[in-house]
């Protein structure tokens, strides 16, 4: 069997981090078997298709290095979808219905049943015309059930008593979603069903028109675990970043990114959770899918960035990252520090550059009291700051010559140099490789800001 997976997001303005990686999943299963992946916009909804939002789909898609082997909209094929629509009402297995939603709550209401319940089939053994605000329903079977059995989550069925006769076309006269899902599946030959599970109550009504349709046999479905936050819920854009643009803004990289969403509800048999893309494409199998919640970890994926990051060829980091330089470093400075600055990124952003470098070309910044204590209120550090500000008056001005005195001092003191020198000159614990961007100071300044902290710490 050839293997047709398709990927079908809607237009909503962005790709969102779970549509990714469904998205990524099928392609991955196209990749691992030779099948063919196919990105079929699902705009059916014609009020809200706008091309812009379609873009958005796919520059998210692009930047994650998806390729795609076959694309359509599903707009171009709703004159299909409405014909199909429109067989199943001459054959009786549709109806048209007038009701309105204030009829169906008060017949709800007089029934006694719960606010909200489903449809209740009232149009079902009426005439209906034509006309505004009329839809079209799908008759349901009254008995018997509707299933399949999911690769990830088992056994699903459900009785068709409870299964409401939902809309298949809207009273505007286009088709709804699961209309065109169901023909194009079966008329592109669909072999295989991955997203999320959060679409599980919609797979009934698809595999019910498809055997209407005259294709009794499912694809393999496959319906992927929700994504969740820290307080494991459901991510959502109200209180999560959860638009893949928003993470190609905020300096992830692609590859970083697409590693990490790999992970998330799936992992490699070797255990090698970072490697390349060909290594996961040879393992993947659907069977291995977790189905249990996948936590959207930002710290993890900050470490996967990071290491991509460092992987980076120099050349393309300092491309990416010298117009994120603080105001005041030139470009030559940067590019010299540049394998340092690489080194200690989560992120490219200027945030993170900044506390890295602008103690090169302005004042150090005053360090936490906190930190100051922990580092500079031991025993014995006035006088490694003294001896280094006295030596450093006179050494050679290398990075090698300031290691070689700062740690000379600190094994005849046999006390910790590098440390307290740090934060004196840098005003922070942490940073990039001291001596070298030391090196890259005026020689007054750094003894100016040795004996400021001297005076700090006699007050």
């Given at each position: 069997?050839?293997?047709?997976?398709?990927?079908?997001?809607?237009?909503?303005?962005?790709?969102?981090?779970g549509?990714?990686?469904?998205?990524?999943?099928?392609?991955?299963?196209a990749?691992?078997?030779?099948?063919?992946?196919?990105?079929?916009i699902?705009?059916?909804?014609?009020?809200r298709?706008?091309?812009?939002?379609?873009?958005?789909?796919?520059?998210?898609?692009?930047?994650?290095?998806?390729?795609?082997?076959?694309?359509?909209?599903?707009?171009?094929?709703a004159?299909?979808?409405?014909?199909?629509?429109?067989?199943l009402?001459?054959?009786?297995?549709?109806?048209?219905?007038?009701?309105?939603?204030d009829?169906?709550?008060?017949?709800?209401?007089?029934?006694?049943?719960?606010?909200?319940?489903?449809?209740?089939?009232?149009?079902?053994?009426r005439?209906?015309?034509?006309?505004?605000?009329?839809?079209?329903?799908?008759?349901?079977?009254?008995?018997?059930?509707?299933?399949?059995?999911?690769?990830?989550?088992?056994r699903?069925?459900?009785?068709?008593?409870?299964?409401?006769?939902?809309?298949?076309?809207?009273?505007?006269?286009?088709?709804?979603?699961?209309?065109?899902?169901?023909?194009?599946?079966?008329?592109?030959g669909?072999?295989?069903?991955?997203?999320?599970e959060?679409?599980v109550?919609?797979?009934?009504?698809?595999?019910?028109?498809?055997?209407?349709?005259?294709?009794?046999?499912?694809?393999?479905?496959?319906?992927?675990?929700l994504i969740?936050?820290?307080?494991?819920?459901?991510?959502?854009?109200r209180?999560?970043?959860?638009?893949?643009?928003?993470?190609?803004?905020?300096?992830?990289?692609?590859?970083?990114?697409r590693?990490?969403?790999?992970?998330?509800g799936?992992g490699?048999?070797?255990?090698?959770?970072?490697?390349?893309?060909?290594?996961?494409?040879?393992?993947?199998?659907?069977?291995?899918?977790?189905?249990?919640?996948?936590?959207?970890?930002?710290?993890?994926?900050?470490?996967?960035?990071?290491?991509?990051?460092?992987?980076?060829?120099?050349?393309e980091?300092?491309?990416?990252?010298?117009?994120?330089?603080?105001?005041?470093?030139?470009?030559?400075?940067?590019?010299?520090?540049?394998?340092?600055?690489?080194?200690?990124?989560?992120?490219?952003?200027?945030?993170?550059?900044?506390?890295?470098?602008?103690?090169?070309?302005?004042?150090?910044p005053?360090?936490?009291?906190?930190?100051?204590?922990?580092?500079?209120?031991?025993?014995?550090?006035?006088?490694?700051?003294?001896?280094?500000?006295?030596?450093?008056?006179?050494?050679?001005?290398?990075?090698?010559?300031?290691?070689?005195?700062v740690?000379?001092?600190?094994?005849?003191?046999?006390?910790k140099?590098?440390?307290?020198?740090?934060?004196?000159?840098?005003?922070?614990?942490?940073?990039?490789?001291?001596?070298?961007?030391?090196?890259?100071?005026?020689?007054?300044?750094?003894?100016?800001?040795?004996?400021?902290?001297?005076?700090?710490?006699?007050?």
């Amino acid at each position: 069997m050839t293997v047709r997976v398709r990927f079908s997001p809607a237009p909503t303005g962005y790709l969102h981090v779970g549509g990714a990686r469904a998205a990524l999943f099928n392609w991955l299963y196209a990749r691992h078997t030779g099948g063919t992946f196919i990105l079929r916009i699902e705009d059916t909804d014609t009020d809200r298709s706008a091309d812009h939002l379609v873009d958005a789909i796919y520059d998210s898609m692009r930047w994650l290095g998806l390729d795609w082997d076959e694309e359509y909209r599903q707009s171009d094929r709703a004159d299909q979808h409405l014909a199909f629509a429109n067989r199943l009402l001459d054959e009786g297995q549709a109806y048209r219905c007038d009701c309105t939603r204030d009829a169906l709550d008060a017949r709800i209401a007089e029934r006694g049943d719960a606010p909200g319940s489903g449809y209740d089939g009232f149009c079902r053994d009426r005439t209906v015309p034509p006309g505004d605000g009329v839809v079209v329903r799908f008759r349901t079977p009254d008995d018997g059930v509707t299933g399949w059995d999911d690769v990830i989550r088992g056994r699903v069925d459900f009785d068709n008593a409870v299964l409401e006769d939902f809309i298949i076309v809207r009273s505007n006269g286009t088709p709804m979603f699961h209309v065109a899902n169901a023909y194009d599946d079966a008329d592109m030959g669909i072999t295989h069903v991955v997203r999320g599970e959060d679409l599980v109550n919609t797979t009934p009504r698809v595999l019910l028109l498809r055997e209407a349709m005259g294709y009794p046999e499912p694809p393999v479905y496959a319906h992927l675990p929700l994504i969740v936050n820290e307080q494991r819920k459901k991510l959502s854009k109200r209180r999560d970043d959860v638009a893949v643009g928003d993470y190609r803004a905020n300096g992830y990289l692609p590859d970083a990114m697409r590693n990490y969403l790999i992970t998330l509800g799936w992992g490699p048999r070797d255990g090698e959770e970072i490697a390349p893309i060909e290594r996961f494409i040879e393992q993947f199998e659907l069977s291995d899918i977790n189905n249990s919640p996948a936590f959207f970890d930002v710290k993890k994926l900050q470490h996967f960035n990071a290491e991509y990051i460092r992987a980076l060829p120099i050349e393309e980091f300092v491309e990416l990252t010298v117009d994120l330089r603080p105001e005041g470093v030139s470009k030559e400075l940067y590019e010299r520090m540049a394998p340092f600055v690489q080194q200690r990124l989560r992120v490219l952003s200027a945030a993170e550059i900044a506390p890295l470098m602008e103690w090169m070309v302005g004042p150090a910044p005053e360090p936490p009291a906190r930190d100051w204590k922990k580092v500079m209120g031991k025993d014995g550090v006035s006088e490694v700051l003294r001896l280094v500000s006295d030596r450093l008056a006179s050494v050679d001005w290398t990075p090698e010559k300031l290691e070689q005195t700062v740690f000379g001092v600190g094994e005849e003191l046999n006390a910790k140099t590098q440390l307290p020198v740090r934060m004196a000159v840098t005003g922070s614990r942490t940073g990039m490789p001291l001596f070298e961007p030391m090196a890259e100071l005026d020689r007054d300044e750094v003894v100016a800001r040795l004996r400021a902290a001297i005076e700090k710490l006699g007050e």
